[in-house]
């Protein structure tokens, strides 16, 4: 175990106060139920919730296919959660139990990567919230808007504006500590489903209280085609934060307050709010004569002013309530982990967020084709090294950390593997890697292209496992 005794033999390129074992276990079940409202409760999850009805299934099909994808993203979340509940130690430093103590920098970069293109897509979404409301506001400002007449990389300049002052306030909440992300969530999240709920019953008044019979569809997908994708984007879609769910559960007060604060906060939250979002989505289509998926640009639409302004901030809110909890915290652990002397966690997040403006998210989320396409490749990177975190603890270790040893760089130490770096890691995490982004780019077999990051994940694991029981990889492993 982890004592004050050994923390002083620690090599202090591995480790600093934010990386060592959280001592404050205070984290309730109610706790990880707000966390995932903030994580499902966006604009972002709307969105990709209405680019669903794109694909041509039926609604109910639809709602089948995330509620399969829901329950793997449940059971994920509870087999990485382990490690860090057992040690204490976040996503970077756990994952150098599968990858040595200094090739876990490789899946800490991997998934900082991520964290800043999630980090600028979110916050893009949210501030362009803002910039709806301003024109719904003012109709003067216009010109404003367009990003032809007055715009720099593809952004307006009111787009500019509204972006870094959304950059600005997640900043602000995130500087503060984990306390101050705590309280933000554990409001942020439930505030959405008032106004959600309010939305619905809006717009079924103007339709006589009817939904409506059938939706246009720009394709016509196979049932269990167009199933299979859907469950691969919700699970690309969720696929970083169950990555470095870790980061949260470290901080829990047991182990049953994760489980059932993923129970509640996964398939019973997300079946409720993909409802009312499916149902608001709809339901523009009879009242404006278009199917709308952006709910931003539904609630700007309202005929009382207040309800609009309400609505807006409110979906900004919780847009940042993922930001914050999915990119910003994550990617602050990451980064945090590649130089601990360096970099603390605030700066690790303020890395993140800064490199976020360089990539223009606007550009990679405007679309229902470039959403599936950017969910596709996440997808594609963290599945597999999911899988290997979690067979390494759970199949290869059997559920045992030697705490001590994930911040030691001293050869004897059991994480040391060959100068520090596991190869059978790096193997199997370019193996399925490889895989998934082969079959996203030239499916060889539509099911399995549906199926690119589950199938990475599984490439993934069946090469650590066989890696780790080869003699020519064999090492210490318990």
Not at 458 to 465: C, D, E, P, Q, T
């Amino acid at each position: 175990m982890f004592d004050s005794t050994t923390a002083d033999q620690n090599d202090p390129a591995l480790t600093n106060d934010d990386l060592s074992p959280s001592v404050r276990r205070t984290w309730g079940w109610k706790d990880y139920l707000f966390l995932w409202m903030s994580n499902i409760h966006s604009v972002a999850g709307y969105v990709t919730i209405g680019s669903f009805l794109m694909i041509g299934l039926p609604v109910t099909h639809i709602l089948a296919a995330m509620m399969v994808a829901i329950i793997i993203v449940q059971l994920g979340c509870n087999l990485i959660a382990g490690p860090s509940m057992v040690s204490g130690a976040p996503f970077p430093v756990v994952a150098r139990m599968a990858f040595g103590v200094y090739g876990a920098a490789i899946p800490a970069m991997i998934r900082g990567c991520i964290a800043i293109g999630w980090y600028g897509i979110q916050t893009w979404l949210a501030s362009n919230a803002l910039v709806i409301l301003v024109i719904a506001l003012h109709p003067a400002f216009s010109p404003l808007a367009n990003a032809s007449l007055h715009g720099f990389a593809g952004l307006s300049l009111i787009g500019w504006v509204a972006f870094l002052a959304v950059w600005g306030l997640q900043i602000t909440i995130f500087w503060n500590g984990m306390n101050a992300v705590r309280r933000f969530i554990d409001w942020a999240g439930p505030a959405i489903y008032g106004m959600m709920i309010v939305l619905v019953l809006w717009l079924l008044s103007r339709t006589s209280w009817h939904f409506p019979a059938r939706l246009p569809v720009t394709k016509t997908a196979s049932s269990l085609g167009g199933m299979l994708d859907i469950v691969t984007m919700v699970v690309a879609y969720f696929s970083p934060i169950v990555l470095n769910f870790g980061d949260f559960a470290r901080y829990t007060s047991s182990p049953d307050a994760v489980r059932k604060g993923n129970f509640l906060g996964l398939p019973l939250n997300f079946l409720a709010f993909s409802l009312l979002s499916l149902s608001s989505i709809s339901l523009t289509l009879p009242v404006f004569g278009q199917l709308l998926t952006d709910p931003v640009e539904t609630i700007a639409r309202l005929d009382n002013t207040t309800a609009s302004v309400i609505g807006i901030i409110t979906f900004v809110i919780a847009t940042a309530g993922i930001n914050i909890t999915a990119n910003f915290v994550s990617a602050a652990f990451d980064f945090s982990s590649l130089a601990p002397q360096a970099l603390s966690w605030r700066k690790g997040g303020l890395l993140a967020a800064t490199a976020a403006i360089g990539i223009t998210p606007w550009n990679l989320y405007a679309r229902p084709e470039l959403i599936h396409l950017t969910l596709d490749i996440l997808g594609a990177f963290i599945c597999p090294l999911a899988g290997i975190v979690i067979a390494d603890y759970h199949i290869i270790r059997n559920k045992q950390v030697d705490i001590q040893a994930l911040y030691s760089a001293r050869p004897q130490d059991i994480y040391w593997y060959s100068h520090g770096i596991n190869p059978r890691a790096l193997i199997a995490l370019a193996g399925g890697t490889a895989v998934s982004i082969m079959l996203i780019f030239a499916p060889v077999w539509p099911v399995l292209a549906s199926l690119s990051e589950l199938t990475g994940l599984g490439v993934s694991v069946l090469l650590y496992l066989l890696l780790s029981s080869h003699p020519a990889f064999a090492g210490r492993r318990h």
